[in-house]
């Protein structure tokens, strides 16, 4: 029995029924929270099974010959975890919610998220993946700068949940940032937590624009026949994170 009939037998047995589907010809799993989502890198790892993480497929489809016996999951269904602290100024939200919805949560309570005002028809958690920037002026503003933590799923199967809501936190490298632009290759962001701001004054970011994204670079940077000092470093961290492969580099 191969790897990805292995794989579906034991998602079959342990998982409801609605949470595996067939989408253009590949199993795809739909968990509905984060331990369920860990449960499924854990089968994946004892099986060798590798993973492709897809949002709302409007960035990455997952078709074509690389994508065979690959196990797709999608974050479509973790989209129920919404909690808005208005007096501490952050937003939980779930990764398979509508990044453009956000403001119509934070409406009432005279808040906003600077990025969800940008024509971008994704995932906060493919939002995040794909480091969605934007221009402030003359000035990059990624969202990066309002991510303040996230709850991940390792390739391991491990829920780790990187970052701080608190306004000042411990010094050093904030890990949570090196999820953004990691396009799926590091983890699945179940849920992310932003920090948000007063409307009073939001008419000066009206006018920021989105910048195109691509996948290519981060593909490129972990290719083989790269030899360059960040393709180094972008390899080693793909291996410390990820030392399975479950979580290829494919398309």
């Given at each position: 029995?191969?790897?990805?009939?292995?794989?579906?037998?034991?998602?079959?047995?342990?998982?409801?029924?609605?949470?595996?589907?067939?989408?253009?010809?590949?199993?795809t799993?739909?968990?509905?929270?984060?331990?369920?989502?860990?449960?499924?890198?854990?089968?994946a790892?004892?099986?060798?099974?590798?993973?492709?993480?897809?949002?709302?497929?409007?960035?990455?489809?997952?078709?074509?010959?690389?994508?065979?016996?690959?196990?797709?999951?999608?974050?479509?269904?973790?989209?129920?975890?919404?909690?808005?602290?208005?007096?501490?100024?952050?937003?939980?939200?779930?990764?398979?919610?509508?990044?453009?919805?956000?403001?119509?949560?934070?409406?009432?309570?005279?808040?906003?998220?600077?990025?969800?005002?940008?024509?971008?028809?994704?995932?906060?958690?493919?939002?995040?993946?794909?480091?969605?920037?934007?221009?402030?002026?003359?000035?990059?503003?990624?969202?990066?700068?309002?991510?303040?933590?996230?709850?991940?799923?390792?390739?391991?199967?491990?829920?780790?949940?990187?970052?701080?809501?608190?306004?000042?936190?411990?010094?050093?490298?904030?890990?949570?940032?090196?999820?953004?632009?990691?396009w799926?290759?590091?983890?699945?962001?179940v849920?992310?937590?932003?920090?948000?701001?007063?409307?009073?004054?939001?008419e000066?970011?009206?006018?920021?624009?989105?910048?195109?994204?691509?996948?290519?670079?981060?593909?490129?940077?972990?290719?083989?026949?790269?030899?360059?000092?960040?393709?180094?470093?972008?390899?080693?961290?793909?291996?410390?994170?990820?030392?399975?492969?479950?979580?290829?580099?494919?398309?």
């Open positions: 029995m191969s790897s990805i009939e292995k794989t579906i037998q034991e998602i079959k047995s342990q998982f409801h029924d609605d949470r595996l589907t067939y989408q253009k010809g590949l199993p799993f739909h968990p509905e929270h984060a331990e369920e989502t860990a449960s499924l890198f854990k089968i790892n004892k099986n060798n099974q590798q993973i492709f993480i897809a949002g709302f497929g409007n960035n990455v489809l997952p078709e074509g010959e690389s994508f065979k016996n690959i196990l797709v999951v999608k974050s479509d269904r973790l989209n129920q975890d919404v909690q808005t602290v208005a007096d501490d100024y952050y937003i939980k939200i779930g990764a398979g919610f509508p990044l453009s919805e956000i403001n119509t949560i934070l409406k009432d309570k005279n808040l906003w998220l600077p990025h969800a005002h940008l024509p971008f028809a994704g995932s906060v958690g493919g939002a995040v993946a794909g480091g969605l920037n934007s221009m402030y002026e003359t000035h990059e503003l990624p969202l990066k700068k309002y991510l303040i933590k996230a709850e991940i799923v390792t390739p391991e199967g491990e829920i780790i949940e990187p970052g701080s809501v608190s306004f000042k936190s411990v010094s050093g490298y904030d890990i949570v940032k090196i999820y953004c632009g990691s799926g290759l590091l983890g699945m962001v849920s992310a937590t932003f920090r948000i701001m007063p409307t009073e004054g939001s000066e970011y009206q006018e920021i624009t989105m910048q195109k994204w691509s996948r290519e670079k981060l593909v490129d940077s972990l290719a083989e026949s790269n030899t360059t000092n960040d393709a180094f470093y972008s390899k080693k961290i793909k291996l410390k994170f990820d030392p399975n492969n479950i979580l290829p580099v494919l398309g």
